[in-house]
């Protein structure tokens, strides 16, 4: 099967192969032919790579494996498995209300090398702090975390909507919904990566087509 | 310009953006912050010198075909 990666692949090889005729032999560019491979090979199917390689870039930086990749995160990694229904990310993964494959970046869209451009320098900024910098012991958000995010899945949800705590008292739906009660918040769903709490936990098989993990 | 100096000059586009795509194609081979950082420094860094210095060529190529 033909994947969006090998095309890539395939369109940088035939890219390296027409620039190395050039490189051989600039001289085939004295005739027409030679000077349209010329613009093809230096021009076209570099601009083209380049950018097919920028948007499969992009797109894995979406993926867990790829936030996951960084030893800091073991810990992060290791929550999603909590066998603790009181924990919020594990409870999103294991019962996928999150796809798997972007389970981070589904919930910290904001946190990421996307969306605005200050967004972008703060993801920048962890590969510094992860490489010239120095790793805080308890890693935390650089903002508090929005409702925003969560509410662009529950928003409208019956759950949500009619759930007995959340309508425990006149106003309180509202006041979560404009983001000045936090989801968060002590009592409600507090424990979220619970990293501290790791120690003491116990951990979920994840079970796989290809067997459990 | 004369000939042997626009053949310099597309050898050295060439060989940059050669550089470019090596470093590109290595990278699409790891799903990791630095292999995304290696994909836009050097590699998308050399493409675009090596293709900049392909259209600065093609910008003083004319002179090679003015009558004397």
């Known amino acids: 099967m033909v994947t969006w990666t090998s095309l890539i692949v395939a369109i940088i090889v035939i890219s390296i192969v027409l620039v190395s005729l050039i490189v051989v032999r600039p001289s085939i560019t004295v005739g027409k032919g030679g000077k349209i491979l010329a613009f093809v090979s230096l021009l076209v199917f570099p601009a083209l790579s380049g950018g097919a390689g920028m948007s499969e870039h992009m797109e894995r930086s979406k993926r867990t494996e790829f936030c996951l990749s960084c030893h800091t995160m073991t810990d992060h990694g290791k929550s999603l498995h909590v066998d603790d229904p009181s924990f919020l990310a594990a409870a999103h993964y294991q019962n996928n209300r999150v796809p798997r494959d972007q389970a981070c970046f589904t919930c910290h869209r904001d946190y990421t090398m996307f969306g605005d451009f200050k967004a972008k320098l703060r993801g920048l900024r962890h590969v510094y702090v992860q490489y010239l910098g120095k790793v805080p012991d308890k890693i935390e958000l650089y903002s508090p975390y929005n409702n925003r995010e969560c509410l662009h899945c529950h928003q409208g949800a019956r759950s949500f909507e009619e759930g007995a705590t959340h309508n425990a008292e006149p106003g309180r739906l509202e006041q979560i919904k404009v983001n000045n009660l936090s989801c968060n918040s002590a009592g409600c769903h507090e424990t979220v990566h619970g990293i501290d709490k790791l120690s003491d936990a116990k951990f979920w098989n994840e079970v796989r087509e290809d067997g459990p993990k | ?68």
């Not at chain 2, 586009?13 to 050669?18: A, K, P, R, Y």
């Not at chain 2, 194609?25 to 995304?36: C, E, K, M, N, Y």
């Open chain 2, 1 to 68: 310009m004369d000939r042997s100096k626009l053949e310099r000059r597309l050898r050295t586009s060439g060989v940059l953006v050669l550089a470019g795509l090596g470093v590109e194609l290595a990278t699409l081979f790891s799903s990791h912050p630095t292999a995304f950082l290696l994909f836009i420094f050097p590699g998308s860094v050399l493409l675009l010198i090596g293709i900049v210095i392909f259209l600065l060529s093609l910008l003083t190529a004319g002179e090679t075909t003015k009558p004397q």
